[in-house]
């Protein structure tokens, strides 16, 4: 048993929960008796506060992400067999902490999509309150708890964890590393990543329920909420944690492990779109940490940074949390949509036979995109009462940022010209994103002019807007990489017909549940506000039964990916053809990707093109290009 | 696989990233892969002392608010001997890492231990400040700036002496050589970064 407890693994983890908790207790206790502050010991809010971070620490110290830095703090050996397990053996292989980008990618995806799916449920509980005027299910405070949990984690917990997932598990492969550059701090990403969901989700249970100020926990509102805000405070510092450390880590890799031949020209664009991603989380990210750090001083330790009340005499500022706040969110929105437009492009080039038309203009208007991203944060603030001479720079420099976005939608479209398409599931996903994200685009465009904005402000257009762009976006694209890189990442194909269905279900239902919101915007029906006037009844019954018809064509999408994981046919290694590094090593790869690291030769997307190569393999003995339709063995699974 | 793993076998200085069973990858970059993490590293935490200054900007200069709050006092003097202290620090790890490069065993630990000496100093120093200065972050936002952004660094000042004190132990224990320094190397510009961001935090909040 003390064996048990002491090598790393769940059983310490549980115990060090346990030394967490005390310690937590402890010191709120003795720091509390120190400064004479009332009941020293009994402090439910402090001790709270503490163990919420230090909890997630403890357990990761417990699991043993920290292990190896241990030993060679100490100066002592590191061993090797610490936790460098690489490569899943079984399915318990993934509930240790693993240093294989194979291993921690399908980890992320995982474990993001079990948050897709709960976020997606308080949805539909939304939904269900919102199908007719009048109180039905849940009280309005509830509700305000619902819409916020919700939006926190799909956006932290989902969309862009999913993003560094599935860019984990194929990025080293396209561009022909055996791993990422830290592998160990890229287990410690995900680690961090199931605590901070886990602090959002247990919000509800806080006395005076989950943290109910919107994802944007806008201050004074935040400081003044019941305990569950700090359980968001908190959680998205470990989630902002964990983005940080794996984007560092996606630019050291990108920067220092391309393989012989692979100048910057030549990398997929998926490499691409993860390298300017990770600019923008490495530079915004802190930003929003910063924002909670304020909130959490304010709350915490009697600091006044929000204290704005004039009366009080405290001089806060208020408007300070809304810039600092969108000067990571709006960044955000592109760390939100940049890998899927990666993916995109991937898919696109695969399925039409066709190079990527303007394939450096498309790596340019990534970057373009990047530096863009940090001039438009106010145009979130027309209402704000912020100082007016900020606000048409920003609506022009966010009509500008449409331009990027526009060339890579031209981009695509010419990519499509002409081209052989394979409508299959990625393919169809992936003009489906075409499309509903277009519409996104143009409701952008037209929210950055600020008559317009300040019209439909705080109604159901931006609800609107953001589900054109993240979920018609960014989930779109993200239903494309995972069906496409299926069979790659579990050496099985899925079923290609519950992958039509899926999509159709999901690209009819999703239009009908959220076109309408449009209208109930202009129409003046508020966000976030759980009763709504009898005039808007009609749309939001349409809107909900479409919903409920979404949430259940996700249940296609699970049963897809589960039977076919366990019971689909071999994939062969290049099912689709395709010239990117990934496609030309076994599915799943070998455990160390390559027997021989590739050459890269030429361009990613020469389809079409006769004779054109993109890696060769030095030693052809041992890793050819396995040809479209052999079937390959998986080594690691079975 | 384990036996793949277990090859690797010891593992020494600087060797953070090492590579037991893959291949080794392909280096298509001159730059040092744990050097580029560093710079990176060092990018976010500009960030986040850049959000600690927007609030210093908002509360001090868009809102226009007397700095520091009416009634209190910074004391420059005792800050700016403090400075000093830190800002050698960095001399002295420097003098540090020559050492190891010249294979000057006795200078290195020697260095090391004084610039983990100077810096835990600062921060002594610096809550001593904290204990006497007379007001507290409740009292104003001014206040709270003043303890945010003093507060931030010193959170770095005390991780930067964690880490300097792994490299002092293990300079001790032997580790590090003339050709292999890059674990002093690394945390050095951590140091140096910290140093740099005092002499910052300094100007504006005390100085100006
Ligand atoms: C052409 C590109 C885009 C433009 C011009 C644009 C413009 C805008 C504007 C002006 C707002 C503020 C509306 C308001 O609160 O009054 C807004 C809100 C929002 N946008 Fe976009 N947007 C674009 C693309 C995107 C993308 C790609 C995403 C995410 C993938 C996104 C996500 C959001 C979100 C989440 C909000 C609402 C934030 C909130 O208040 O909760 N947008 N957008
Ligand atoms: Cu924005």
Redesign the pocket.
């Known amino acids: 048993m003390t064996a048990k407890l002491r090598a790393p693994g769940w059983y310490r983890a549980a115990l060090f929960i346990l030394l967490g908790l005390a310690f937590s207790y402890a010191l709120v206790g003795v720091v509390r008796t120190l400064m004479h502050y009332p009941d020293a010991w009994s402090d439910g809010n402090a001790i709270t506060t503490v163990s919420l971070i230090a909890i997630p620490l403890f357990f990761l110290v417990g699991l043993g992400c920290f292990d190896y830095w241990f030993y060679y703090a100490a100066g002592r050996p590191t061993r090797a067999e610490d936790h460098s397990s690489h490569g899943a053996t079984s399915w318990k292989a993934y509930f240790r902490v693993n240093t294989d980008h194979k291993v921690i990618g399908i980890q992320y995806i995982c474990v993001s999509f079990f948050f897709m799916f709960l976020g997606g449920l308080i949805a539909m509980l939304m939904r269900a309150e919102l199908a007719q005027p009048g109180m039905q299910f849940v009280d309005s405070a509830t509700f305000n708890g619902l819409f916020s949990v919700h939006?926190a984690l799909l956006?932290f917990l989902f969309?862009i964890p999913v993003f560094a997932g599935i860019a984990n598990y194929v990025l080293p492969l396209m561009i022909g590393a055996p791993d990422m550059a830290f592998p160990r701090l890229n287990a410690l990403s995900f680690w961090m990543l199931p605590m901070a969901g886990l602090l959002l989700t247990a919000s509800f249970f806080a006395p005076g329920g989950a943290f109910a100020s919107?994802?944007?926990a806008y201050a004074p509102l935040s400081t003044d909420m019941p305990l569950g805000q700090v359980f968001f405070t908190i959680g998205v510092q470990f989630a902002g944690a964990s983005s940080i450390a794996t984007a560092l880590n996606f630019l050291v890799t990108i920067i220092t492990m391309r393989a012989p031949g692979m100048s910057f020209f030549r990398m997929p664009l998926l490499v691409w779109a993860n390298f300017s991603t990770s600019l923008l989380v490495v530079i915004a990210t802190p930003f929003v940490a910063a924002s909670q750090f304020f909130v959490l001083l304010d709350r915490a330790l009697g600091f006044n940074f929000f204290d704005a009340f004039v009366g009080s005499g405290k001089n806060g500022s208020v408007l300070m949390y809304q810039h600092v706040f969108w000067f990571y969110?709006h960044p955000a929105?592109?760390i939100?949509?940049l890998p899927g437009f990666g993916i995109v492009s991937e898919v696109l080039s695969v399925k039409a036979r066709k190079p990527i038309f303007g394939y450096r203009m498309m790596a340019f208007s990534l970057l373009a995109i990047v530096a863009l991203g940090f001039t438009?944060w106010a145009?979130?603030m027309?209402?704000s009462g912020m100082q007016a001479w900020i606000r048409v720079p920003m609506m022009i420099t966010?009509?500008i940022?449409?331009v990027p976005?526009g060339i890579k939608i031209f981009s695509w479209l010419a990519t499509l010209w002409r081209g052989v398409l394979h409508l299959d599931t990625p393919m169809l996903f992936a003009l489906g994103f075409l499309t509903t994200?277009t519409l996104?685009?143009i409701s952008?465009?037209m929210?950055?002019m600020i008559p317009f904005?300040i019209y439909?402000?705080?109604t159901y257009f931006?609800v609107a807007?953001?589900h054109y762009?993240?979920f018609g976006?960014?989930l779109f694209t993200i239903f494309a990489g995972i069906y496409y890189w299926f069979p790659k990442m579990t050496g099985r194909m899925y079923d290609e017909r519950l992958g039509k269905i899926h999509f159709w279900c999901t690209f009819v239902f999703f239009n009908v549940t959220f076109a309408p919101m449009h209208l109930l915007g202009l129409d003046g029906m508020p966000r976030r506000v759980a009763d709504y006037a009898e005039q808007y009844a009609t749309l939001n019954l349409l809107v909900t039964i479409a919903s409920f018809a979404l949430g259940l064509s996700m249940l296609v999408f699970l049963y897809n990916m589960v039977a076919s994981w366990r019971g689909g046919p071999r994939a062969a290694a290049n099912p689709w053809r395709a010239l990117t590094l990934e496609w030309q090593v076994s599915s799943p790869p070998p455990i160390f990707n390559f027997d021989a690291v590739p050459t890269v030769v030429g361009g990613p997307y020469e389809y079409g093109v006769p004779g054109a190569v993109h890696g060769i393999f030095q030693s052809p003995t041992e890793a050819k290009p396995t040809p479209a339709g052999s079937v390959a063995t998986s080594p690691t699974r079975e | 696989m384990e036996a793949v793993s277990s090859t690797a076998g010891l593992h020494h200085a600087g060797e953070a990233e090492h590579h037991h069973g893959p291949p080794a990858a392909h280096r298509s970059s001159r730059v040092d892969p744990q050097l580029l993490g560093m710079l990176l590293f060092i990018i976010s935490e500009i960030m986040v002392f850049g959000a600690f200054f927007t609030a210093y900007f908002f509360i001090r200069v868009v809102d226009g608010n007397p700095w520091p709050a009416e009634g209190t006092e910074l004391p420059k003097l005792i800050a700016g001997v403090n400075t000093a202290i830190l800002l050698s620090s960095s001399i002295t790890l420097h003098w540090a890492l020559e050492a190891i490069r010249r294979g000057n065993r006795a200078a290195f630990k020697a260095g090391m231990a004084t610039t983990f000496l100077l810096g835990a100093t600062f921060l002594f120093v610096q809550i001593n400040e904290y204990v006497h200065i007379g007001f507290a972050p409740s009292n104003s936002a001014q206040a709270s700036v003043f303890y945010g952004l003093t507060g931030l660094h010193g959170a770095h000042v005390a991780l930067g002496l964690m880490i300097l004190l792994m490299v002092t132990v293990r300079a001790f224990r032997g580790h590090f050589s003339p050709e292999e320094h890059r674990g002093v190397e690394v945390p050095g510009i951590y140091w140096h970064f910290v140093d740099v961001m005092w002499v910052i935090v300094y100007c504006t909040v005390y100085l100006l």
Do not use: E, N, Q
Request: charged letters at 5%.
């Open positions: 939006a956006i969309v919107g994802w944007t969110s929105v592109y939100m949509m438009v145009h979130h027309f209402v966010t009509a940022i449409a976005t994200f996104g685009g952008g465009v929210l950055s904005d439909v402000s705080d931006i807007h953001i762009v993240l976006g960014s």
